[in-house]
């Protein structure tokens, strides 16, 4: 075992031994210094370059879909997208032993020792970064199996607190019958779903129509309603239970009523006598005229009226949604071609999870993109009810030695994307009307800290900053002086090198401004020619370096 740390340096192993000692007694531990690095996990500056043939409409783009690996586009949304997130949902792989994940570049299978090690750390490093992005009333939703379900559990409340936790929720991913000729079928998966913090979420109602059956009849001012009997039945009914509820009430005919069950028995009203006043101030204290102890009489109903939406709190079984092999059938008639993608969630089960939160201005991520599936959730719902949110998708490109040249997120993420925006044929012949929209398709690129300063470009600076300080991505235009974002009362503008020209353009952009930001590679010498209190200055690329953060927590 001593040849182990043979590669480490005095330091190294003083923080791996004060980590050791900050480990929680209870809890998550894996294997994190006997494994493998994952070399996903770097210390290069990420940024992002805009691919205008893979985007989708014309400019600005308020929809992103990132390629690259997902670690490297976390830390640059980080820069950009900290604390903004309402919605995550990603949908990992499940580490089922049978090709499912990659970790350095070859998949891990049943007999890997530190399968379960290596998933755990590759999921850490991510959700770690997700965490920064959500909002302060955000949610994180993560589909999982039996595989590593219970190992996610622990490490979601290692990440996010117990006292964040939602809900699990259990969807019913067959409908039909499973012919695998084993004793027991795996019908369901999890969807794991944590707050940033639990005290700020504000869940929404599901909508449940099926609730006005409740309410058979009509008034004449068309409103649905139900007549309710005063007198309690059932459980807890007597008088004995409640004392106080035993009273008489004045009827029709001035005579007083009693609670009193069929058998003779002492009863009490449903509420008390407050209760009572409300009903009868209302006019919905109802006197109906029954059976009762051998002749008719009087007895007191309380009239309900329907909710004019009528809702219900969300269940965790969710068996009444689509199902995968509907999801298949759906990519099949967007591409009118076989099985693409071998593992869809449809779309209903992710604009369930948006009902959920209900903010039509949510920013959504998803950074496991796969097929694309919650991109169309998202221009569903917007479609439906005039909503404005937007979506944030990032996939690999999923390339091995064995398919150097397969690219998931460019040709059947994107693309399903951009037929379900445009329209579509499917398998039939049917035209499918497009839901509109567009998207810029972005791509990931490390740069070592130490070349930042002559590998940045001018484009990937405009990028980032326009992310940083609004929702919608415009090219960088080298045929522009200045580069010029209007965000709210502020403008943001870029300068990629100081001229007297560019010097005027920004002189001419502070009229009618309240204050303007100024990013410059010659921040110190464009401060000096324009003497403006609405003016700040910030120096590129430490601003954007600042913002990135550096080292990867190894």
Known sequence: MADKYDQYTKDELLRLLRER????????????????????????????????????????????????????????????????????????????????????????????????????????????????????????????????????????????????????????????????????????????????????????????????????????????????LLKKNGKNSLRRDRPTMFFPMMDPDGNDVYPIHDNGEEARWAMGKAGVEKHRAAGTLIWKRRPKHGGTGWEPYTREFAPDEPTRPFPTIWSDLATMRQAKAMLRDIFATSDLFSTPKPVELIARILALIHDPHAVVLDFFAGSGTTAQAVLKLNAEDGGQRRFILVSNTEATADEPDKNLCRDICAERVRRVMTGYVNRKGEPVPGLGGGFAYLRTRRIPAETLFRAVQHAQVWTALQLIHGDLLTPFDPGLEVQVLVSGEAKVIYLPRVSETAVAAVRNALAGTAQVVVYSWQAPLLAQRIADARVSFEPIPESLVSRFGTGTGR
């Open 21 to 228: 000692d900050r480990r929680p007694r209870f809890g998550l531990t894996w294997e994190r210094d006997l494994i493998d690095h994952d070399r996903s996990v770097n210390g290069d500056f990420v940024a992002l370059d805009l691919v205008p043939e893979l985007s989708q409409g014309l400019p600005p783009f308020g929809d992103l879909i990132i390629e690259g690996d997902n670690f490297d586009a976390l830390r640059a949304l980080r820069m950009s997208h900290a604390g903004r997130v309402k919605c995550i949902y990603i949908d990992p792989p499940y580490n089922t032993g049978n090709r499912d994940f990659i970790y350095n570049d070859r998949f891990i299978d049943r007999e890997d020792s530190y399968r379960h090690s290596k998933w755990l750390e590759f999921m850490y490093r991510r959700l770690e970064l997700a965490r920064e992005l959500l909002a302060e009333d955000g949610l994180i939703f993560v589909s999982i199996d039996d595989n590593e379900a219970f190992h996610l559990g622990l490490l979601m409340e290692q990440l996010f607190g117990a006292d964040n936790f939602i809900a699990c929720f259990v969807w019913r991913k067959v409908d039909s019958p499973n012919d695998n000729k084993v004793p027991i079928t795996p019908d369901h998966e999890f969807i794991l779903c944590y707050a940033s913090s639990k005290s700020a979420v504000k869940l929404a109602p599901m909508t449940a129509p099926g609730i006005l059956d409740a309410y058979p009849r009509v008034d004449e001012g068309e409103r649905r309603y139900r007549d309710r």
